[in-house]
């Protein structure tokens, strides 16, 4: 008599198919759900796996992480708010680091936030306490960081006081500080992450077990790869066969969908007899994507920066700030045509926007190309739409723009913004409510390693909107739990296009699922942060167990 693979039974399943919300039991057959409940009735199964009651949703799907460098991060200095809680303690860890580091070697740190440690790290001291190694630490924005002056030397510029762009290589009273934004902050860190081949699976290896264990079924790595020159926000121009490889030798587990940097496209000339412009990548691709479990998405574009390093592109200046907008890392007409060059050859795009000014200058170039090339349902998306009025959340839902805010920056950041951007602005920062009360379908994702990485943190930052201090980032953008859930499975699967296969448990999907502690909708809002994850199963397969 045939048999399925598995069944997994007495579990509290909620399916999040509003045909059948909950289930008890389900049937796994070649990786894919095959039956729920009363569709098994005499199946028989090779294994019966117990899940003793517990709550069981379909996998979480990040559609914004960096994969790569999350696990770079994992493999350097730690000094994030909640592990460093002072500059000198910052410093304390760097200079043990560059003591402990073999000579001529770049020491590398990440995560600090100017804000918990009173100022930003200082070039001068970083001078003191590096022993002659380079040096750069990244803010938690991953939008700047803070390099001594032999870092300056190995990205070639012996003398950075006479860099004229002032943007973004920041000075105090005409002295060059070390703190480097945006373009320049991507440049120095490519040059930093020239490290051996084995360095960088292992690093793999560490942000795909990090993952796992928090239930990351399926993530987007947003920004893969470099120029030729190691210029990007990836980690090398090989990253496609970086990725490749890990997956070859069985260190990544998860699907994972590749969103190729800008800069690392190249121009591939004419393509057709219409097509007089084209762009293309290589970065080290090669025979084999690993049976759909690895796969390329859109194009990332990085428009802006961010708020917590005062460079993302706002109509109104920062508070304190009169002078200070943001920054615009694109001509917005060479990024208009770009955008409809990537449209017209069928890229999806997604955009880096989280100004209000650079995210309508985003939906322009969007409206541009799709008047120029119409396309069917191609879901460009808006990465973090930072701060919207009434009147863009309509005209992204209008366009069918695919908004994707993090719930993961609302308690870690959001008393930032407030000091920012004021307590009306920050009330729309990240907006989630708006959208989804019209009707829209939003993802989940945290951005991570830039907030925390872990699911039920961003998820209780859709469902309180509440920042350390208490401040709530606009009661009217509260998610329900129920909405909050859906964003991170079904509309994440949706932002990717791959609802067909992900995004609930339903027959004909594939077997991807967690097992948590508690049911979430049995826990206080503010402590939803506290639920573990027991099993990661993929594909049917538990891949992590702590049950």
């Given at each position: 008599?045939?048999?399925?693979?598995?069944?997994?039974?007495?579990?509290?399943?909620?399916?999040?198919?509003?045909?059948?919300?909950?289930?008890?039991?389900?049937?796994?057959?070649?990786?894919?759900?095959?039956?729920?409940?009363?569709?098994?009735?005499?199946?028989?199964?090779?294994?019966?796996?117990?899940?003793?009651?517990?709550?069981?949703?379909?996998?979480?799907?990040?559609?914004?992480?960096?994969?790569?460098?999350?696990?770079?991060?994992?493999?350097?200095?730690?000094?994030?708010?909640?592990?460093?809680?002072?500059?000198?303690?910052?410093?304390?860890?760097?200079?043990?680091?560059?003591?402990?580091?073999?000579?001529?070697?770049?020491?590398?740190?990440?995560?600090?936030?100017?804000?918990?440690?009173?100022?930003?790290?200082?070039?001068?001291?970083?001078?003191?306490?590096?022993?002659?190694?380079?040096?750069?630490?990244?803010?938690?924005?991953?939008?700047?960081?803070?390099?001594?002056?032999?870092?300056?030397?190995?990205?070639?510029?012996?003398?950075?006081?006479?860099?004229?762009?002032?943007?973004?290589?920041?000075?105090?009273?005409?002295?060059?500080?070390?703190?480097?934004?945006?373009?320049?902050?991507?440049?120095?860190?490519?040059?930093?992450?020239?490290?051996?081949?084995?360095?960088?699976?292992?690093?793999?290896?560490?942000?795909?077990?990090?993952?796992?264990?928090?239930?990351?079924?399926?993530?987007?790595?947003?920004?893969?790869?470099?120029?030729?020159?190691?210029?990007?926000?990836?980690?090398?121009?090989?990253?496609?066969?970086?990725?490749?490889?890990?997956?070859?030798?069985?260190?990544?587990?998860?699907?994972?969908?590749?969103?190729?940097?800008?800069?690392?496209?190249?121009?591939?000339?004419?393509?057709?007899?219409?097509?007089?412009?084209?762009?293309?990548?290589?970065?080290?691709?090669?025979?084999?994507?690993?049976?759909?479990?690895?796969?390329?998405?859109?194009?990332?574009?990085?428009?802006?920066?961010?708020?917590?390093?005062?460079?993302?592109?706002?109509?109104?200046?920062?508070?304190?700030?009169?002078?200070?907008?943001?920054?615009?890392?694109?001509?917005?007409?060479?990024?208009?045509?770009?955008?409809?060059?990537?449209?017209?050859?069928?890229?999806?795009?997604?955009?880096?926007?989280?100004?209000?000014?650079?995210?309508?200058?985003?939906?322009?170039?969007?409206?541009?190309?799709?008047?120029?090339?119409?396309?069917?349902?191609?879901?460009?998306?808006?990465?973090?739409?930072?701060?919207?009025?009434?009147?863009?959340?309509?005209?992204?839902?209008?366009?069918?723009?695919?908004?994707?805010?993090?719930?993961?920056?609302?308690?870690?950041?959001?008393?930032?913004?407030?000091?920012?951007?004021?307590?009306?602005?920050?009330?729309?920062?990240?907006?989630?409510?708006?959208?989804?009360?019209?009707?829209?379908?939003?993802?989940?994702?945290?951005?991570?390693?830039?907030?925390?990485?872990?699911?039920?943190?961003?998820i209780e930052g859709m469902v309180t909107r509440t920042t350390a201090q208490g401040f709530v980032l606009g009661e009217s953008e509260k998610l329900s739990v129920d909405q909050a859930l859906s964003a991170y499975t079904y509309g994440s699967a949706y932002a990717s296009h791959k609802e067909h296969v992900l995004g609930s448990i339903s027959v004909g999907k594939l077997a991807d699922f967690v097992v948590l502690n508690h049911d979430p909708h049995d826990v206080p809002a503010d402590e939803l942060h506290t639920i573990e994850v027991l099993q990661t199963i993929i594909g049917g397969v538990t891949r992590f167990s702590r049950m």
């Open positions: 008599m045939f048999a399925i693979d598995t069944v997994f039974e007495n579990a509290h399943v909620q399916t999040m198919d509003p045909k059948h919300p909950y289930a008890t039991t389900i049937g796994v057959h070649h990786g894919n759900i095959v039956a729920i409940d009363d569709e098994l009735e005499g199946v028989s199964a090779r294994e019966h796996i117990d899940l003793q009651g517990k709550y069981v949703c379909p996998g979480f799907n990040d559609v914004h992480l960096h994969f790569s460098l999350l696990g770079a991060n994992l493999n350097q200095v730690d000094l994030r708010k909640q592990t460093t809680t002072t500059l000198e303690q910052l410093y304390a860890k760097v200079e043990t680091a560059c003591v402990q580091a073999p000579e001529g070697q770049w020491v590398l740190g990440w995560g600090f936030d100017q804000f918990s440690l009173g100022a930003f790290p200082d070039i001068a001291r970083l001078d003191q306490i590096s022993h002659g190694h380079p040096v750069l630490i990244l803010h938690l924005s991953n939008h700047a960081a803070v390099i001594n002056s032999e870092a300056f030397k190995r990205a070639g510029y012996e003398h950075p006081e006479d860099i004229e762009d002032t943007d973004l290589v920041i000075r105090e009273h005409g002295r060059i500080t070390g703190l480097v934004k945006d373009s320049f902050c991507f440049m120095v860190t490519g040059v930093a992450n020239r490290v051996s081949e084995e360095t960088l699976l292992h690093q793999l290896k560490l942000a795909a077990d990090c993952t796992l264990a928090l239930g990351i079924t399926s993530f987007s790595d947003a920004g893969t790869g470099t120029n030729p020159h190691w210029e990007g926000i990836g980690m090398t121009p090989s990253d496609i066969g970086l990725f490749q490889t890990a997956y070859d030798r069985g260190l990544i587990q998860q699907r994972g969908t590749l969103m190729p940097y800008y800069s690392a496209l190249h121009d591939l000339g004419q393509l057709t007899g219409d097509i007089e412009q084209g762009f293309g990548l290589d970065l080290g691709m090669r025979t084999g994507f690993e049976g759909g479990l690895l796969d390329i998405g859109p194009a990332k574009v990085i428009l802006d920066g961010a708020f917590n390093s005062l460079s993302a592109y706002l109509s109104e200046p920062y508070l304190g700030h009169p002078d200070n907008y943001g920054v615009l890392s694109w001509d917005p007409e060479e990024f208009t045509h770009h955008v409809a060059q990537l449209h017209r050859q069928g890229w999806r795009v997604a955009v880096h926007a989280i100004g209000d000014r650079a995210i309508n200058l985003a939906l322009d170039a969007f409206e541009h190309a799709q008047r120029l090339y119409p396309r069917k349902d191609v879901r460009h998306r808006l990465e973090h739409c930072g701060i919207a009025d009434d009147t863009t959340v309509n005209r992204i839902i209008a366009d069918g723009i695919i908004a994707n805010p993090q719930g993961s920056f609302i308690k870690n950041n959001g008393d930032a913004y407030v000091e920012l951007l004021g307590e009306e602005r920050a009330r729309r920062a990240y907006r989630m409510g708006a959208f989804v009360s019209r009707g829209a379908i939003i993802p989940g994702s945290t951005d991570a390693p830039c907030a925390p990485v872990d699911p039920m943190v961003s």
